[in-house]
Each structure stands twice: as structure tokens, then as C-alpha cells.
């Protein structure tokens, strides 16, 4: 079974719109990674979280982890077509030195 | 940061082959991970590869099929072995920043295994 459970799968949203991607573990967390993936092509890193509550923003993209470090969210404001991708949560679990990954959210944004 | 380079960067391989994908690290890492990305899927950790001592993998994966060398601290390869069009993947190999912990990650190799 999957460790880290991401939602929605896809997702198409009108350029402009608001969307939050959202990523769910069975298990403590010692660090939650946020990645970008253009199609075809290698990940791009946005944000590291690791601090139960903490919230990073950067430019329209802002990611949350909840008090528990079980769960976190990944929020676009105003989504461009350059945002279009796969986004993958990414974590190491708390005592394994071992990261895993998310199942991927494919977003589209329409232009 | 770390600059990983890994070799090649894509290959087309016959069924029943094996391929080596080598991972050069600009610096001196502890752990290197292997991880494979199945078309439209996100990816999935292979094996945990320390320098001096046997890789260790994860549920599905053995040595047998994907045998791994680290012998040194910059340095690993993956091998995949007699190889199936099931075999046809994304491998990328990662290392994690001393200080940051952010895991840094390669271009990729892409098989396709005909």
C-alpha cells in the first residue's frame, strides 16, 4: 500500500483559479517535501517542511504541515499554465532515513 | 546543494539485457538512493545504497534484478537486469543535503526496454 496518499490524482482548473493539492500519511513524518515534475523532464524542489504547523510560501505557491506532521497541503493562488505538472509530496519517515514519495497530482491549467 | 550526473541519460535495450546507469555525486554523500518512475506514476524507492556496505531494498525489488555498487562516497550504479519491457522506466538516483535534508535528485535515465 501506498505510504503517503496524495489527492486529487488529476486535476484541471481554469487559468486564475485557486487549487490546493493535499498529501495524507499513516505515519509521523520527519520531513515533508514538496516536488514539481514538468512532463518528461526531472523535479524541481519548492519547499521543505518539517516543523508540525509550519507554512512556507513561495511567489503563488504556499504549503502547510499539520500540527501532527501527518498531513500537509499545497495551495496555488491564481494558477498560470506555467504551473501545469506533476506535483509530488515527498518524505522521510521519522526513524528510517528513508524517503518516500507521494502518488502524484497531475494538474493542467487552461489557458 | 548537490550536482548529480547520472549515465545515460536515456537508452533503448533489448529484451533479456543488462544496463548499468551510473550516478556521480559533486560531493561526498552518505546514503544514495535509487528510485524508479513507471510511466505516469510517481516514483518508487529501489534501494538505499551506503558506501561500504550492501544496498538495501525495498519490498519488491532484489539484488538479483537490480544489483547496486557503491564504492565510494560520490559514486553508485544500478544495474537492471535482464531486462523485460516491464523493466521500461525513469531511474533516478537522489542524495540527501547534510544540512537541509532536501533530497537532490538526478536528470534521470530513461529505459525502454523493446
Known amino acids: 500500500s501506498q505510504e503517503l496518499e496524495q489527492s486529487p490524482q488529476s486535476l484541471i482548473v481554469q487559468e486564475g483559479k485557486n487549487l490546493t493539492i493535499n498529501c495524507t500519511s499513516s505515519k509521523t513524518l520527519y520531513g515533508l517535501y514538496w516536488y514539481k515534475q514538468k512532463y518528461g523532464e526531472g523535479l524541481i524542489f519548492l519547499m521543505m517542511l518539517q516543523k508540525g504547523g509550519e507554512e512556507k510560501s513561495h511567489e503563488k505557491i504556499t504549503a502547510k504541515l499539520d500540527e501532527k506532521k501527518q498531513q500537509s497541503s499545497l495551495h496555488i493562488t491564481a494558477s498560470q499554465p506555467s504551473h501545469a505538472g506533476i506535483y509530488l509530496c515527498g518524505a522521510e519517515l521519522a526513524g528510517t532515513y528513508k524517503y518516500i514519495f507521494g502518488t502524484g497530482t497531475r494538474l493542467k491549467v487552461l489557458a | 546543494s548537490a550536482v548529480i550526473s547520472q549515465k545515460p541519460s536515456r537508452d533503448i535495450c533489448q529484451r533479456g539485457t543488462s544496463l548499468t546507469i551510473q550516478c556521480q555525486v559533486d560531493s561526498q554523500v552518505t546514503m544514495m538512493f535509487w528510485y524508479r518512475q513507471q510511466p505516469g506514476q510517481s516514483l518508487t524507492l529501489i534501494a538505499t545504497?551506503?558506501?561500504?556496505?550492501?544496498?538495501?531494498?525495498e519490498s519488491g525489488f532484489v539484488i538479483d534484478k537490480f544489483p547496486i555498487s557503491r564504492p565510494n562516497l560520490t559514486f553508485s550504479t544500478l544495474t537492471v537486469s535482464n531486462m523485460s519491457p516491464e523493466d521500461s522506466s525513469i531511474y533516478l538516483c537522489?542524495?540527501?543535503?547534510?544540512?537541509?535534508?532536501?533530497?537532490?535528485f538526478g536528470e534521470g535515465s530513461r529505459l525502454t526496454v523493446l
Open positions: 545504497a551506503n558506501q561500504g556496505s550492501e544496498a538495501t531494498y
Open positions: 537522489s542524495v540527501a543535503g547534510v544540512n537541509t535534508g532536501e533530497l537532490f
